[in-house]
């Protein structure tokens, strides 16, 4: 029995990791996918005059992660990009940060990781091969010495199968009594930089079709970011530097807040109106490019799940053209409380917690 259960969908956006905590209950941490090198260097002037940031200590190198790479330096920035990244050195170590910051300290790990189903075969193997059995030791600023713990048992499925775990397990991994996945489900797993799409039968997914389910540059970063970016820069040169992190920062908090200001060399631009105009485009180009040109309108489909950051940008108008085929998270009971952004983590968390309840 392993000390800790974690779930963890390290996209190349974005880290989702949810930690099992007993009862249903879990604890979950999200960051940007990138990392940049740091020195933790102080000038000794205190908290007042000097800018605050954690950094990790990781294998004789230290980094900054997520919002303070973002905030702290844009000088040799690292994402989590490309068809090789699957557990390689930075996969590894987006996902220790993950762990660290979920509270585990040592002893040993169940974990539960995701992939591109277009990428899955290659990936897992690979994966499997980095992670499973592997120790791990990490130093967080706060931490007096390091953390070292172990994965005990390592588990990868295809982006977008936790969505459906979500549809079909509750907190403690039971499985409910719902028909919903019944019949043929598509799972469009909207991520920054690809999409995904997952077809399911009855709630089993079908191997042979997964080599031809990732679709490159189908994701938020190029159908949203990209030419919201291009509008910005077009208004002066104060606009110049601005990169697509600082869009993506914007636009993550003004879903939950509603605020979608940025500034810039203390110019303040409402972007919500260029959202609205691209969210909608995005929408058009799912539509047209996937569910209309690729899954002929979704004829002989019982449902679609839409998975990921993405997701929120595009329901509303997907649920308007395609009706009651678009599943609704939040008319479903153990999927309502659930962000499409975990979704993900969390089922990968809930499928971990029914094989433990089946032993």
Known sequence: MSDYIVSCDAGNGGVNAVLSKGNGRCASVYFPSVRAAATGDSLGLGQDFELAYDYVDWYGHRYVVGE???????????????ANRYGNELHQFLVAVALARLGVTKG??????????????????????????????????????????RYASV?????????????????????????????????????????????????????????????????????????????????????????????????????????????????????QPLVEKHRERYAGWVANTLVDGVFAGLRGIKSVILVGGGATLVEDHMITWYGSKVLD??????????????????????????????R
């Open 329 to 358: 998270r939040r008319q479903h009971p153990t999927a309502r409380r659930v962000h499409p952004v975990d979704f993900n983590a969390v089922g990968g968390l809930r499928l971990a917690l029914m094989g433990r309840t089946a």
């Open 108 to 149: 040993s790990v169940a974990l539960t990781l995701f992939a591109p189903p277009g990428l899955y075969l290659q990936a897992r193997q690979t994966m499997l091969q980095r992670f499973a059995g592997a120790e791990v030791t990490i130093r967080l600023k706060s931490d007096r010495k390091p953390r070292v713990w």
């Open 155 to 271: 588990t990868v499925w295809p982006e977008g199968l936790g969505a459906a775990a979500c549809f079909l397990l509750d907190d403690e991994g039971r499985p409910t009594a719902t028909d919903v996945l019944s019949g043929d489900t598509l799972i469009l797993d909207l991520g920054f930089y690809t999409l995904d799409a997952l077809k399911m039968v009855d709630g089993s997914f079908n191997p042979e079709e997964l080599e031809h389910a990732t679709f490159e540059n189908g994701g938020v970063h190029t159908h949203i970011l990209e030419p919201i970016l291009r509008t910005l820069r077009r208004m002066g040169d104060d606009f110049q530097l601005l990169t697509a992190d600082d869009v993506d920062r914007v636009l993550r908090r003004g879903l939950v807040s509603g605020d979608y200001t940025l500034t810039a060399a203390g110019h303040a631009v409402d972007i």
């Open 68 to 82: 303070d790479a973002l905030r702290v330096t844009r000088r040799h920035m690292e994402r989590h990009t490309g």
